[in-house]
């Protein structure tokens, strides 16, 4: 069955500092990907999806995602985090017409 | 992208009853997906619930603990059934808005004590 590994539970940074949180998937045939956001007291938001074409996608707020089929991989990355990227942050594989998701990882930014 | 509405949006519940959860979203959709989330972790897909059709349950999930109707194209309804302490737990109801980009309800956050 499908499943996705999200590797960093909870990880701490300064702002400015740069972000990278690694996503692994286990399916290895076509699949669309998602990174979607949950701040404190707020909806799940998509921040940015993958289904084809240039492996590296950019979504919302200065964050990207790189696509690498051979490692089975989709890590998101921000070059410079700010206090407002606190939250929690989830990747998502495509499960027929639904999504699985990844436990999670906490982002804090400390200002 | 469509807006859903949850009701309730939380409730505390005694062990050994029912609690139905309605998810109204303001436009046709043809799939409506049922996720719960347990403190501290992920979402898991519970159902997926289609308009005239029987739900479709994902493993260890069933339909005599958690039935859900789907009448029409905007509305769908998750019964938590015969509660325990275990089914604490944030529902979320999501339809797709464009090809696999879901999209999110608030939630209903249930407390069974």
């Known amino acids: 069955a499908q499943s996705v590994s999200q590797h960093n539970h909870h990880v701490i940074l300064s702002e400015a500092a740069s972000l990278e949180l690694g996503c692994n998937y286990s399916y290895g045939g076509t699949v669309n990907l998602f990174w979607y956001v949950q701040y404190p007291g707020q909806h799940l938001q998509l921040l940015l999806k993958?289904?084809?074409?240039?492996?590296l996608v950019k979504g919302i707020k200065g964050f990207e995602a790189e696509f690498i089929k051979s490692k089975f991989s989709f890590n998101l990355r921000k070059p410079s985090v700010q206090w407002s990227d606190t939250a929690e942050y989830f990747c998502a594989v495509t499960h027929g017409t639904a999504l699985i998701f990844g436990k999670g990882t906490t982002l804090s930014v400390s200002s | 992208s469509a807006v859903i509405s949850q009701k309730p949006s939380r409730d505390i519940c005694q062990r050994g009853t029912s609690l139905t959860i309605q998810c109204q979203v303001d436009s046709q959709v043809t799939m409506m997906f049922w996720y719960r989330q347990q403190p501290g972790q992920s979402l898991t897909l519970i159902a997926t619930a289609n308009q005239g059709s029987e739900a479709t349950y994902e493993s260890g999930f069933v339909i005599d603990k958690f039935p859900i109707s789907r009448p029409n194209l905007t509305f769908s309804t998750l019964t938590v059934s015969n509660m325990s302490p275990e089914d604490s737990s944030i529902y979320l109801c999501s339809v797709a808005s464009g090809a696999n980009v879901l999209t999110f309800g608030a939630g209903s956050r249930l407390t069974v004590l």
């Open positions: 993958y289904f084809s074409g240039d492996p």
